[in-house]
T-cell receptor, first 113, second 114 residues
């Protein structure tokens, strides 16, 4: 079945550092890929998405490129802020009947001033 | 943001008691989902619905049942709560458009079974 693997955290960075959170997936067909962000005490918010190979999703300075050859969708940001501290989830939507999402385990990011 | 509310937001209950969680949406989305979130597991799908009275099981459906009698409401029931069902429960919705496959999430319900 479908699966998503993302790097375990927590990831601790200083403000303005470069961020990479790795995400790889296993799926049949051509899944859509997503990054969701969860701030403390809140639900998940869609951060960005990509629906086909070589697509780049971007939002709020975050980027991720759909790499079919390496089955990866790594999240990057050039300069993190304290306000980016949150848990980040990589997810895919496969070709199943209910368009269900399969999530990675989440990566907690802590940004220090 | 899709208008998704969940109730209650917090609940403490005893082992063996029935519990019902409610998800309400105002977006007229066709699909609705119940997930549970546990440390190290991300979110795992419990049940989902693809229309009124149309539901199906997800990855971790044992011990849970659902009902959807109206487009806007999706209920999750724990018939006899167990400590392993202590978790944070999230509802999500998705529109029926073929080109739109992202899901929108509610704020969550924290359930503690003692």
């Amino acid at each position: 079945g479908d699966s998503v693997t993302q790097m375990e955290g927590p990831v601790t960075l200083s403000e303005e550092a470069f961020l990479t959170i790795n995400c790889t997936y296993t799926a049949t067909g051509y899944p859509s890929l997503f990054w969701y962000v969860q701030y403390p005490g809140e639900g998940l918010q869609l951060l960005l998405k990509a629906t086909k190979a070589d697509d780049k999703g971007s939002n709020k300075g975050f980027e991720a490129t759909y790499r079919k050859e390496t089955t990866s969708f790594h999240l990057e940001k050039g300069s993190v802020q304290v306000s980016d501290s949150a848990v980040y989830f990589c997810a895919l939507s496969g070709s199943n009947a209910g368009n269900m999402l399969t999530f990675g385990g989440g990566t907690r990011l802590m940004v220090k001033p | 943001d899709a208008g998704i509310t969940q109730s209650p937001r917090h609940k403490v209950t005893e082992t063996g008691t029935p519990v019902t969680l409610r998800c309400h949406q105002t977006e007229n989305h066709r699909y609705m989902y119940w997930y549970r979130q546990d440390p190290g597991h991300g979110l795992r799908l419990i049940h989902y619905s693809y229309g009124v009275k149309d539901t199906d099981k997800g990855e971790v459906s044992d011990g849970y049942s659902v009902s959807r009698s109206k487009t806007e409401d999706f209920l999750l029931t724990l018939e006899s709560a167990t400590s392993s069902q202590t978790s944070v429960y999230f509802c999500a919705t998705k529109g029926g458009n073929q080109g739109s496959n992202e899901q929108y999430f509610g704020p969550g319900t924290r359930l503690t079974v003692t």
